[in-house]
């Protein structure tokens, strides 16, 4: 995973304390920040995927990003670069996306240039406004892992898509293409909680938020596999609780809270003392370090999802 | 020119007022926000421009854009999009040199995929903290046009290297891929007037930054070639006078003020009744469209330019 490495020389370079979570908590301005990239034939091919869910998803995953810090999503740049046989309808189609994808923050500025193949890159603002702002940091034992959306649902879409060649029109292509970010969530935790916690989307796959969220903390997640909420037609898929597990692009939500603040919360979890993730699965206890998990994610998936 | 169409089509899609200056002024934050992408063999060709300088420019074209809003630059998010042929070794030097490149700003953020070629995208953000923050529509008649910089070198240097086809190490060369941002003169401005004033970055050209500022306010704007300062030596090259007026990615910054403000200042003309700009060169005097400028620019350093 060259890119982990890249990561580190990074921090190294920057002698940063801001890189780390997918927002930026800048104190001083009352906004958290994040930027990300969506590469065409890495990330999406457009042959699969519309303009408009494309403008969709790519300000989606940011808004989602935002979520995930408990910030209220404010403001979005977007910057896109197009090649010669990209016309009028292609931008208009997918700035109509970003426009409903980015809920009810504002889209303020951005760049369009050329290049040889799509390029986005989004950068998202949210407010902090009072909210507690999270941390990956911030687990500790004792506390009680909940969730918020379907698991599964997305990577099922995108399987439909890669064995037949074709769309197939169903509500897990939907899931894969026009993923919800889990806004009220996160407003109900970032909004009540008075203590530092930790809240991560599951963009790359639920396991592996739980073990990032682990990793961070220096705790072990343990979690039973019969209460993560997915959809009961992905049991039609071959390998499905490894699509409920390890697949991506679902962008639900994992917080690590008190037991006394989940009521009314699907709680699938709990944190203990040591290190990793441990999935309760019937009378099975599989117990997986981070390099375990991130094989897995690796293997099932690549490093990069082309939709 | 495409992209000029397009954003008109953003601007009718996203039904946005923000959209129209480099900067977005989000004055319920005190920030403005800008964005801005390097694609390459669009805006740049690794064989010509080292890892270190092209993290520098990076940064600095985004720093310039806040400096052209008067604001202070405070943060920035990186992008990055490589190719599997870019290792630790580029990864390193171009963080060094983008830390470089921000001078005083926070390097916060970003994203890091793969890509078949190298794409980078850099917001940053920039603190008002009870500066004046600059509109290109500001512009009135009876106004004063000063200027930042000197004229024309980063063209030179760019004229130099597609010419011999390698790198020359002069002084025109440094201009072209280590510009300065004139966050001096921003100051200045944007801390000691207090009426609304335009100021924009000499990124495309001199004359690109004049008549934008004539066409959004509605004015023209008269220079005098003679005020306009230049490295004596680019007198040497061919059609020098057009790289003064027409050549791109000197990062000067033009703004027009009340004449009373501009004492100690490089003042190189006026703003008149009327719109275009008019240039006067000895015994000539040129009057020039929005439409013929963009024609200039365009016939001389096309849509984008290679370095």
Redesign the interface.
């Known amino acids: 995973m060259?890119?982990k490495?890249?990561?580190q020389?990074?921090k190294n370079?920057?002698n940063?304390d801001?890189?780390g979570d997918?927002?930026?908590n800048?104190e001083d301005?009352?906004?958290v920040?994040?930027?990300?990239?969506l590469?065409e034939?890495?990330?999406f091919v457009t042959k699969y995927i519309t303009p408009y869910e494309l403008g969709y998803k790519s300000a989606m995953v940011n808004i989602s990003d935002i979520a995930a810090s408990g910030a209220k999503p404010?403001?979005l740049?977007?910057?896109i670069?197009?090649p010669?046989d990209c016309d009028?309808k292609f931008?208009?189609e997918f700035?109509?996306g970003m426009?409903s994808g980015a809920k009810e923050a504002?889209?303020?500025?951005?760049?369009?240039?050329?290049?040889?193949?799509i390029?986005i890159?989004i950068?998202a603002?949210g407010?902090t406004q009072g909210r507690k702002i999270s941390s990956r940091k911030n687990a500790k034992p004792g506390q009680k892992v909940v969730v918020s959306g379907i698991h599964g649902s997305s990577a099922a879409g995108l399987n439909e898509l890669l064995n037949a060649g074709k769309r197939i029109e169903d509500k897990f292509t939907k899931a894969h293409f026009m993923p919800e970010a889990q806004l009220e969530f996160s407003k109900k935790i970032a909004e009540t909680i008075n203590y530092d916690y930790a809240m991560m989307d599951t963009s790359d796959g639920l396991l592996d938020a739980l073990s990032t969220i682990a990793c961070e903390s220096r705790v072990k997640i343990s979690v039973d596999f019969s209460k993560i909420p997915y959809d009961k037609d992905i049991e039609k898929f071959t390998d499905w609780q490894n699509l409920v597990l390890y697949g991506g692009e679902d962008y639900g939500l994992v917080a690590v809270l008190e037991g006394k603040d989940t009521s009314g919360m699907i709680v699938i979890g709990e944190v203990k003392e040591g290190c990793g993730v441990e999935i309760l699965n019937g009378n099975c206890c599989e117990i997986l370090s981070r390099k375990d998990i991130e094989k897995k994610l690796y293997s099932h998936f690549g490093?990069?999802h082309e939709n």
């Open positions: 060259k890119e490495n890249f990561i020389i990074i370079t920057l940063s801001y890189i997918d927002c930026a800048l301005l009352g906004i920040i994040t930027q990300d990239s590469v034939d890495v990330h404010a403001y740049t977007v910057a670069s197009l010669a009028e931008v208009e700035y109509r426009k504002k889209i303020v500025g951005g760049d369009i240039t050329g290049a040889d193949k390029f890159s950068t603002i407010k490093e990069n």
